[in-house]
């Protein structure tokens, strides 16, 4: 019976664990400025643009 306590804590020690990991990486995005944001999607659209897709190459 008492392996089943032990598994219980595992459990919940990994969701807090995944909680703390996507508090993380929601406060990362949020602190980025509307320029900021701006100037990485139009980087990533120039990016996509540059790379010739392989149905249009042959």
């Given at each position: 019976?008492?392996?089943?306590?032990?598994?219980?804590?595992?459990?919940?020690?990994?969701v807090a664990a995944s909680g703390v990991v996507i508090a993380r990486a929601?406060?990362?995005?949020?602190?980025?400025?509307?320029e900021e944001i701006r100037a990485r999607l139009r980087d990533r659209h120039a990016e996509a643009n540059s790379v010739a897709p392989a149905d249009e190459a042959g």
């Open positions: 019976m008492r392996w089943w306590k032990v598994l219980g804590l595992a459990g919940l020690a990994g929601e406060r990362r995005r949020r602190a980025y400025t509307p």
